[in-house]
């Protein structure tokens, strides 16, 4: 038992974010660059991909810019979960205590129908509030078994803690 009551540290990827803002930055320079010239036959679609191409590019360069490292730790000998939120520009941290939380389940986010699914601990506060664990780069956030045993783990050092352990 006293292995569960170890603190528990668990850090998101931040090389696969930075993955995904390059491939975002590829795809809005494809597309600035190929609908560039406006051809007056097909103004509106020119313009359409051009402008989706400044957009894509605008979105890498914020999510390159302000991407960054969430480092989630469950410390039951202090009843708490620490979030913590580094980015290039500054660092946030958020403390829960054991005792707001009135429920943790496993949360899904995506299109069930032929889409991929994006699963996390949800800790739903006495409050109403809900508050997603392990969303975004995080590994394992495609597998539903993966979260159901952090969410498991979860609720096994509330439990132990809250029992006197």
Not at 26 to 53: E, K, N, P, Y
Not at 70 to 98: A, G, M
Not at 138 to 151: I, L, N, P, Q
Request: charge should be positive; glycine fraction near 12%; include cysteine.
């Amino acid at each position: 038992m006293s292995a569960q009551l170890e603190t528990w540290i668990t850090e998101s990827s931040p090389a696969k974010q930075t993955a995904v803002g390059v491939g975002i930055f590829v795809v809005g320079l494809v597309l600035a660059i190929g609908f560039r010239d406006f051809d007056a036959a097909t103004i509106t679609g020119s313009t359409a991909g051009f402008l989706l191409g400044i957009l894509c590019l605008v979105i890498s360069a914020a999510t390159l810019l302000t991407g960054g490292q969430q480092t989630i730790s469950v410390e039951p000998q202090f009843k708490r979960i620490v979030i913590v939120n580094r980015t290039r520009v500054r660092t946030t941290s958020k403390t829960i205590f054991f005792n707001e939380i009135a429920q943790v389940y496993v949360g899904e986010h995506g299109d069930k129908e032929g889409g991929s699914i994006n699963y996390y601990v949800a800790a739903k506060l006495k409050t109403g509030k809900e508050i997603a664990l392990f969303f975004g780069f995080f590994e394992g956030g495609y597998d539903r078994s993966v979260m159901e045993a952090r969410c498991q783990r979860l609720i096994q050092n509330m439990q132990s803690y809250s029992l006197g352990g």
